[in-house]
């Protein structure tokens, strides 16, 4: 764990440039805005250890799947998101000397983000090896009001001397892939312009044939005027610049203004890619950026009166959850169905940038509760999309008849994901798609979702179940065979608790939308039946037989569900006992010694229990609590928000406040070690839900809300606020459990507080 940034409500602030933690810092002070955005590598030159990252949302690269021995079933590639042409770059030459920070002795450094207005600002004064000092400041943002907008402020002032200064403004395209096989670059040059003042790259990806147009116009001024310039252009195969030569004078300020536009054919004609960039830039700059800015931090002011949580007396609790918020709310818009959340954002490489099954399962809660109904919609919609996908994806591991395998990971609804354990036998993921149709309609009341698209998505995956589990002559029930649970430190095991219990409840929940669409709206009903040929009777009488006997292993000694078949036959060993030079076991361990112990990497029993914990009484969930969470290293982002929800429902309240720590400080302080591939995103939105779901006690039972919220000792008070049904409400808890709801808009609610009903009115 590392703790050298500096704690504030609203910053992350670094002051100090440790070279070693600079991958780190890039991920964390990452800008996006749903369309594009990029690491936070410097503008001028770096040397030290740094990733450049740019990327821009949809745009991918179906890449070979490399394995050793080649299986019947795997896909054929591993799509990723592709580390995009960069337009950041401003690059110091004074006199014959360039500016670079991992070479120059640096007297002070400050970075800073700040949350509140999306902006990342970045100061320092450095001595050059020649003996020039300078401070530069720099300010930059990815425009939430226009998502192919970007902008940069660049001061700089000589402190101690007089010189010419060389300017180099690009725009490049011939970049790699951390990720790469073998160095190889994914881009290819389709066009590109420079003249005095502006240049562009427009390139196109290899096999997906995306393209995208990178353009930039700039401004160098001193005290508010342009300065006289020597400009020159360099053209080579996918970069262009300019190169500015200006005059520095000692104690004055140059400013330079970068203005971008990045625009893709997803959402332009090709072959108008680069007449609209231009004049969207030409706009940008006449604009300026001040303006620009304002318009960009008002979206950002509006975005936080729907989604800020307040916490008083916890600046470390208060920094970690606006973070988390932050970095979900520049991640996704919701204004494209086609998009989806990537488990890295716009920080880094890892994992492709691809759509897991975290999205359902975890960010879900977070926009149905912060943002219009639309925006969680399109979530769902984009799965309807891929439904055809996942009835093939299916098909080629051997299903049939319409039965629908969502992915593990996807760019376009295939499955492009190349772990055998993972791809093939984490089958539980197909029914978080499910569980989010369920979760989404009682959130909203909006069951019109089922008649229009949920239906059919619920046909697809209970069939897949209905053809995934088989009879056990030895058992008399229905099992399921040679998967892995959530927790990933298992694999190809036998009657996985989650998965079982997971596959039935999807079968009895695709019966339950099939009487409701029947009964509201034949119509439709009998369209769907003809659209995927359904057979009724026939199909839900197995469905029905599935359910009734599906096998649980369950331990009676201890009166604990087990994991899966077997699980008792482990060393049952606490964490507490690991050395700590064992820690963390995926860096330290080998995988045969990881999958013979007993350690869990992720809630997996207690990740059931959260999803339907109405299905136990309180005791119960104790009880399997006490028994796993011991066993659990919490290795994977998404294991200690489902800790801190349960904690809180058995009354720990401790253990919930350090689970909750861990959550949402994982990558500001770099808990697991891997901050510096990327920051993790989807599992921010289980630090909402560790709020709102676990210290708030919020759930939806019957179409209410529900709240049994309790504060943690460190804290004064905290608040949220949740649109629900065409209303906005706000909740704050103070010191004692004192509990204020507010009706900000909307029409009366009646809402249920530890047990008891009121009326929320204006």
Not at 133 to 140: E, F, G, H, L
Not at 173 to 182: F, I, R
Request: charged share 25%; with cysteine; proline share 3%.
């Amino acid at each position: 764990m590392k703790q050298y940034l500096k704690q504030h409500e609203w910053h992350i602030i670094e002051e100090g440039l440790n070279p070693h933690y600079n991958k780190i810092s890039e991920s964390v002070f990452s800008l996006g805005n749903g369309r594009m955005g990029q690491r936070a590598t410097f503008e001028e030159d770096f040397s030290g250890e740094t990733h450049q990252g740019s990327y821009v949302a949809g745009v991918y690269y179906p890449d070979k799947t490399r394995v050793g021995w080649w299986k019947n079933g795997y896909p054929e590639y591993f799509a990723k998101v592709l580390n995009a042409p960069s337009w950041i770059e401003i690059k110091i030459k004074i006199g014959d000397t360039v500016l670079d920070l991992a070479k120059c002795k640096i007297e002070s450094f400050n970075r800073v983000l700040d949350m509140k207005q999306g902006l990342l600002q970045r100061s320092f004064t450095a001595t050059l090896a020649d003996g020039k000092k300078v401070s530069v400041d720099s300010k930059r943002f990815c425009s939430m009001a226009d998502g192919e907008v970007g902008a940069i402020r660049y001061e700089i002032v000589p402190i101690n001397f007089s010189a010419p200064i060389t300017i180099t403004l690009p725009v490049d395209a011939d970049v790699v892939n951390k990720d790469s096989n073998y160095d190889e670059k994914f881009w290819e040059e389709v066009y590109k312009e420079a003249e005095p003042g502006i240049a562009l790259v427009t390139a196109q990806t290899k096999k997906t044939n995306f393209h995208v147009c990178t353009a930039m116009q700039y401004k160098v001024q001193a005290e508010g005027k342009d300065i006289p310039q020597q400009v020159s252009v360099t053209l080579r195969e996918k970069y262009a610049d300019n190169v500015v030569v200006a005059d520095l004078k000692q104690n004055s300020g140059l400013v330079i203004y970068k203005y971008a536009v990045v625009l893709s054919s997803e959402n332009h004609p090709k072959d108008k890619l680069a007449a609209h960039a231009k004049t969207k830039l030409k706009a940008a700059v006449a604009a300026g950026f001040d303006k620009l800015f304002a318009e960009h931090a008002k979206v950002w002011a509006h975005k936080w009166e729907e989604c800020d949580i307040t916490i008083e007396g916890d600046v470390a609790a208060q920094q970690g959850i606006r973070f988390n918020i932050f970095q979900l709310t520049q991640t996704y818009t919701g204004e494209d169905e086609r998009l989806n959340i990537g488990p890295k954002g716009f920080t880094g490489e890892k994992y492709g940038g691809s759509t897991y099954w975290d999205t359902e399962a975890y960010c879900l809660p977070f926009f149905l509760s912060t943002a219009e109904p639309k925006v969680a919609r399109n979530l769902l919609v984009y799965r309807y999309k891929h439904l055809g996908k996942a009835i093939e994806n299916g098909k080629k591991l051997g299903f049939k008849d319409g039965a629908a395998f969502y992915p593990f990971v996807t760019m376009n609804g295939e499955e492009c994901h190349n772990e055998w354990e993972i791809t093939f036998e984490e089958i539980h993921r197909t029914s978080a798609m499910a569980y989010a149709i369920r979760d989404y309609i009682d959130y909203t009341g909006d069951k019109n979702y089922l008649t229009e698209y949920g239906l059919e998505v619920l046909i697809g995956i209970a069939r897949f179940w209905n053809q995934r589990v088989n009879w056990s002559g030895d058992k008399g029930k229905f099992v399921i065979l040679g998967v892995t649970g959530p927790n990933e430190y298992e694999n190809n095991v036998n009657n996985n608790w989650y998965t079982n219990y997971l596959g039935a409840w999807t079968l009895r929940f695709a019966m339950s939308a099939i009487t409701y669409v029947k009964a509201s709206n034949p119509a439709r009903y009998a369209e769907i039946v003809k659209k995927v040929n359904f057979q009724e009777n026939a199909e839900t009488d197995r469905w029905k037989h599935i359910v009734e006997n599906m096998y649980y292993p369950f331990d009676a000694n201890r009166n604990v569900i087990l994991q899966q078949d077997g699980f008792l036959d482990k060393e049952l060993i606490p964490v507490k006992d690991l050395k700590p030079e064992d820690r963390p076991l995926n860096q330290k361990w080998s995988w045969d010694r990881i999958l013979r112990s007993c350690f869990i990497k992720q809630a997996d029993v207690l990740q059931g229990i959260y999803l339907f914990e109405d299905d136990f009484d309180e005791e119960t969930i104790r009880r399997n609590f006490d028994f796993y969470e011991p066993m659990t290293v919490h290795e994977s982002s998404l294991s200690p928000c489902v800790h801190v929800i349960l904690a809180s429902k058995i009354g720990y309240k401790e253990q919930a406040y350090e689970f909750y720590l861990r959550t949402a400080r994982l990558d500001l302080d770099d808990y697991n070690n891997d901050t510096e591939e990327g920051c993790h995103i989807t599992s921010m939105a289980g630090t909402w839900m560790s709020v709102v779901k676990g210290f708030g006690g919020m759930r939806v039972r019957d179409g209410k809300l529900h709240f049994t919220p309790f504060i943690p000792d460190q804290w004064k008070s905290y608040s949220f606020r949740l649109e629900f049904r065409d209303r906005v409400i706000k909740v704050k808890v103070g010191s004692g459990g004192k509990v204020e709801t507010m009706l900000e808009s909307g029409e009366p609610l009646e809402i249920n507080v530890n047990n008891k009903v009121f009326t929320l009115t204006k």
